[in-house]
């Protein structure tokens, strides 16, 4: 009896030892989840074979984008969601609230490592921006996309796909604000805009320039953004179901003042593209000085830096180096509350 007792107890010795030993290994060898959040764009571009242009931007889905990079299942355990399937030009606010609350409620799940986002690459840097200032989480928050249609020759989805997922699951993403992965890069969302319409290299960050270089699986940071962003942010969007309107002008040699009047009649508030360092004509100055709603000066000039120095208008806010596009995102979620001028300006300092 007491050798059967013995026997019995090694058994569930051994038993627990190696249940323990192939938990142990199941930990180590299982990979981080990434959540994938599919809206459109060329990276789910169909076209003729080979071609470049002449496309239908999302066309494919998630799961198709997916299976088009079978080296994924290497870095990551994926968790696909379509979240739309547009060219970008179609992106809403309603989209974007989407992807905050979605980001924001899978972020409290332990399990989930980070996030990444396929865009077209029109508006992806105010897809961008938004989330920055929307996101409560540390968790990296990626935004890829293509130039080239998944059925070019060498599309460059696949592969910013692949580096975006790499960004995504890395310790060094985590805390930096959302990014952009594009073409080997890794950039801040404040800072990253579209530069070209053509070439694979269309993502830039002008004068700060990329904050990191994803090389197949390794990520190297090299610079943090430094202006508020996701935690540190005050606008929280979480009861919203859409945005205050901000239209965007851009001033030219003769531009149409009642098209600023119509404008602003029917906005919440302007962003106006001026020219120079912000500047605009007599009839635009005299409209401007009679309105009432928040008007935010910015520049057409890429390299710009807008000053309340520089206001040909006293009563309008100086965007900063925030490029329109972006300045109208700030605007928009500024005008979620009772906010005054001064604190409006306040903000493009910290933002
Ligand atoms: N028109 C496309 C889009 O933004 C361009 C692209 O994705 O590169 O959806």
């Known amino acids: 009896m007491k050798r059967f007792a013995a026997i019995l107890l090694s058994l569930v010795l051994v038993f627990s030892l190696l249940s323990a030993f192939a938990e142990e290994t199941a930990v180590s060898e299982s990979k981080p989840k990434i959540v994938v959040l599919a809206t459109g764009g060329t990276i789910a571009g169909v076209g003729e074979a080979g071609k470049t242009a002449g496309y239908k931007p999302g066309s494919l889905t998630a799961e198709e984008l997916l299976a088009a990079v079978p080296q994924l299942a290497d870095v990551a355990e994926i968790e696909a969601i379509q979240v739309c399937n547009v060219n970008s030009d179609d992106i809403t606010a309603e989209v974007w609230l989407t992807l905050a609350h979605t980001i924001n409620e899978m972020a409290e799940d332990p399990d989930v490592k980070g996030f990444v986002i396929t ?84 993502i830039a960050a002008g004068e700060t320039g990329s904050i990191g270089i994803v090389r197949d699986e390794e990520v190297f940071m090299y610079e943090s953004p430094s202006r508020r962003h996701t935690t540190a942010s005050e606008f929280d969007v979480s009861g919203l179901e859409t945005l205050p309107k901000v239209t965007v002008l851009y001033f030219s040699v ?31 100055i005299e409209i401007i000085n009679g309105l009432t709603i928040p008007v935010v000066i910015s520049s057409r ?38 906010i005054s001028r001064e604190r409006l300006g306040e903000l493009f300092l910290q933002y």
């Not at 890829?144 to 460059?156: F, N």
């Not at 309340?308 to 596009?325: E, F, G, I, W």
């Open 119 to 202: 865009h077209g690459t029109d508006t992806m840097e105010e897809t961008a921006y938004f989330l920055n200032l929307t996101v409560k989480t540390d968790k990296p928050v990626v935004l890829t996309g293509s130039m080239r249609p998944s059925t070019s020759i060498s599309a460059d989805g696949p592969i910013n796909l692949y580096e975006s997922v790499c960004v995504a699951a890395s310790d060094e993403a985590v805390g930096q604000g959302v990014l952009i992965v594009f073409s080997d890069r890794i950039y801040a969302a404040r800072s990253v805009t579209k530069t070209s319409t053509y070439s694979v290299m269309a």
């Open 301 to 338: 000039i890429d390299d710009s830096m807008i000053i309340r120095d520089n206001l040909l208008c006293k009563n309008t806010v100086a965007a900063n180096s925030l490029p329109p596009q972006k300045a109208a995102v700030l605007l928009r979620l500024a005008l979620t509350g009772e």
């Open 254 to 284: 003769d531009a149409d003042p009642d098209l600023l009047q119509y404008a602003a009649d029917h906005s919440d508030g302007l962003v106006i593209a001026g020219a120079g360092a912000g500047e605009f004509s007599e009839k635009w």
